[in-house]
């Protein structure tokens, strides 16, 4: 027996293990609720969704939109929420919309065997992210409409930040700027008087070290001068 060959193998099999080990330990959980009255097609959605790209989905599900609304208002997390069009005692573009009136920021994707494009249109106001016909849902499709609601959403939010944090910045600046106006203004009424003073001074006195002195004053009141009008001058850009 090739015992050397036997122990690489059990190497490459443990060292496959541990891989698929940690492989499992580091996908991502994704938290969906399933909104729909057919317990047949809550399986075929649990099977459309099985791991894929090192992702899970955990699913809840619900068969009514009032149900749909204790369950997200009872405080569970859910980073999506996948809804049919035809639900008890409503449709899914009225649960959308009740959804989006209590002001719930859960990305949605809605369901249907009826290909009215016009439904889409109407759910997509209402903050629906994606329109899937059930037929049409097989293979990887669904998942992955799911990874890229979810990317697309993040994406959004990124932006979102980013422009709000580039108003807050330019609103920053802008204050910035009008205290070194104001500072500017401030500076240049008792130097124009020092500067007036010291010109009196210079003519008026016969001692060589006062004016030393007084033309130093001067010099320095002149830099002074260009510091702030460079200061006032600065561009937001500058700023930023």
């Not at 891989?19 to 330990?25: A, F, G, I, P």
């Not at 009424?189 to 004016?211: C, E, G, V, Y």
């Not at 130093?216 to 830099?223: E, Q, S």
């Not at 001068?225 to 850009?237: F, G, H, T």
Request: with cysteine.
């Amino acid at each position: 027996m090739d015992y050397m060959n036997v122990h690489e193998k059990i190497a490459i099999l443990c060292n496959k293990c541990y891989n698929c080990y940690e492989n499992n330990m580091t996908e991502e959980m994704i938290n969906i609720l399933f909104v729909d009255d057919d317990a047949d097609y809550f399986s075929v959605i649990k099977h459309q969704l099985r791991p894929f790209q090192n992702k899970r989905f955990e699913i809840t599900w619900v068969n009514s939109g009032e149900k749909a609304l204790e369950k997200i208002n009872s405080g569970a997390c859910f980073e999506l929420i996948l809804l049919d069009y035809y639900l008890p005692n409503s449709n899914g573009v009225e649960v959308v919309k009740r959804i989006f009136n209590e002001k719930i920021e859960i990305p949605m994707i809605l369901l249907t065997s009826n290909k009215d494009f016009r439904i889409a249109i109407e759910a997509m106001r209402y903050g629906v992210e994606d329109y899937l016909i059930k037929e049409e849902v097989v293979d990887t499709i669904l998942p992955r409409a799911v990874l890229n609601v979810l990317e697309r959403v993040h994406l959004n939010k990124q932006l979102a930040e980013f422009e709000k944090e580039k108003m807050l910045t330019h609103e920053r600046v802008e204050a910035i700027q009008e205290l070194i106006v104001t500072m500017c203004h401030e500076f240049n009424n008792p130097l124009a008087a020092i500067k007036i003073s010291t010109d009196i001074l210079m003519r008026q006195t016969n001692s060589d070290q006062q004016k030393e002195i007084l033309s130093k004053l001067n010099n320095n009141i002149l830099h002074l001068e260009k510091q702030i009008v460079k200061l006032r001058d600065l561009k937001i850009e500058k700023l930023q």
